[in-house]
Nanobody, 115 residues
Framework: QVQLVESGGGLVQAGGSLRLSCVGS????????MGWYRQVPGKQRELVAS???????IYGESVKGRFTISRDNAKNTVYLQMNSLKAEDTAVYYC?????????WGQGTQVTVSS
């Protein structure tokens, strides 16, 4: 059963913006910190940003100042607002709990930034 579904990816020019959404079950969102992750072929999946149930956030150094993570537990949704996108941000983006839980990994959503 799919419990986390990402959407909002697409093709954007460098300097542009996208907002990703992740919708999941209430049981996941009510008890866990959430995170956005990304992966490029040949590289390890990395944490992009995380947010606790109380709203505390942590960002990877490469996205700090450009990306904003937020959550709406009433909608069982976590968002990633991505601004000033760079070609280096091109990746498949996934959401999961933080720390991540293997069975929750889904298909992700592709973000492609053209230079």
């Amino acid at each position: 059963q799919v419990q986390l579904v990402e959407s909002g990816g697409g093709l954007v020019q460098a300097g542009g913006s996208l907002r990703l959404s992740c919708v999941g079950s209430g049981s996941i969102f009510s008890l866990n910190a959430m995170g956005w992750y990304r992966q490029v072929p040949g590289k390890q999946r990395e944490l992009v940003a995380s947010i606790t149930s109380g709203g505390s956030t942590i960002y990877g150094e490469s996205v700090k100042g450009r990306f904003t993570i937020s959550r709406d537990n009433a909608k069982n949704t976590v968002y990633l607002q991505m601004n000033s996108l760079k070609a280096e941000d091109t990746a498949v983006y996934y959401c999961n709990t933080f720390p991540s839980y293997g069975p929750y990994w889904g298909q992700g959503t592709q973000v492609t930034v053209s230079s």
